[in-house]
């Protein structure tokens, strides 16, 4: 493909980064791919059938921002789509979170997009291109019970996107958030079970719960979340925004 960027997906290793970075090889795109497990990033890989680089580091340590993006950098050059995507979430009433959970939700939800995007900022201004999309959350727009370290990190790197795209927008690059609800991922796997096993529901009627949540009556996909990140990438009018992918959740 003649107009092949160089693309970095964090988080790229399972649910939505994994549709991601599919999304972003199937348009003939170099695709560097980082999370924790290898494993999961190789399985990405194989499915993204255009040249990739598998990248694993934990974004939260001192320094794996800089190599990750090094590493791209020697093989292929600077990033030009940036998706900041990996996240985690827990849940736990206000007053048992922990100092160490706080600090773990801001880790990876907030100061891991902030340095990633610090990263690629410069290189982005100088070629007077640059795409940056950050996986935020409905939980950047408003407050849910249980979730308060996540509801605090997701707004903040809303922020950060915000003021992230006044910054650029001169320059050439953009910067946007998704924000999705309920997505059909591992994550959601893993808060169905931790809701069911602290209410005595079954799994099956904690997902419906969920379900519910979205005025659409069900999960978002995927391939939704995908389309959203695949739209910033595409429209260079857009910057600055949270585009909310919820079923009707939200309306703004
Ligand atoms: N699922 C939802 O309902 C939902 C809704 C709104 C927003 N989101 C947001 O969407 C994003 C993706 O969520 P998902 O549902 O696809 O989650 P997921 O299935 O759990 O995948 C998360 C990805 O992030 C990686 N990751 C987690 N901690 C990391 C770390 N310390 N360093 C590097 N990579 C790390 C994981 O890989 P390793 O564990 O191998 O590191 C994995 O590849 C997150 O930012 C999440 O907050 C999700």
Known sequence: MA??????????????????AVRLAAAGHRVALTARSGDELTATAAVCGSETLVLPA????????????ARVEDAWGPVEILVANAGAASSAPLPKITDAEWQRM???NLTAPFRCLRRAVPAMKQRGYGRIIVIGSIASKRGEPYIAAYTAAKHGVLG???????????????????CPAYVDTPMTDAS???????????EEETREFLERKQPIGR???????ADAVWFCVENAGVTGQGINVDGGAMQS
Do not use: H, M, Q, Y
């Open 192 to 202: 169905v079970s931790g809701i069911a096993s602290r209410t005595g529901r079954s």
């Open 58 to 69: 934990d974004l939260t340590r001192e320094g794996a921002v800089e190599s990750v993006f």
């Open 219 to 225: 999960l978002i996909t995927v391939d939704e979340v």
């Open 160 to 178: 950060l996107v915000r003021a992230a795209a006044a910054e650029l927008a001169g320059a050439g690059v953009t910067v946007n958030a998704v």
């Open 3 to 20: 107009d092949s960027k160089t693309c970095l997906v964090t988080g790229a290793g399972r649910g939505i980064g994994r549709t991601v």
């Open 106 to 108: 801001l880790d990876i």
